[in-house]
């Protein structure tokens, strides 16, 4: 499973549990205050998937281009 927020994505975590403030991920948490609005998506993940490379468009996981000079 992968979190969706305004943020960015984390993950993939095998277990997501909302608590009253935050997100129990396999044992990371991730507060309300931080994160925002959320989602939590089960997509086929790609090959070598690295949340801060990808985004989520509400459908599919997409990637980000990569940064200038790489």
Not at 9 to 23: H, M, N, S
């Amino acid at each position: 499973m992968i979190v969706a927020t305004s943020v960015g994505l984390f993950g993939p975590y095998a277990i997501v549990q909302a608590l009253d403030d935050r997100l129990l991920c396999d044992g990371a948490e991730l507060p309300f205050t931080v994160i925002g609005a959320y989602s939590v998506i089960d997509p086929p993940l790609p090959a070598g998937f690295y949340a801060p490379n990808y985004e989520w468009d509400g459908t599919e996981l997409q990637p980000l281009p990569a940064p200038e000079g790489e």
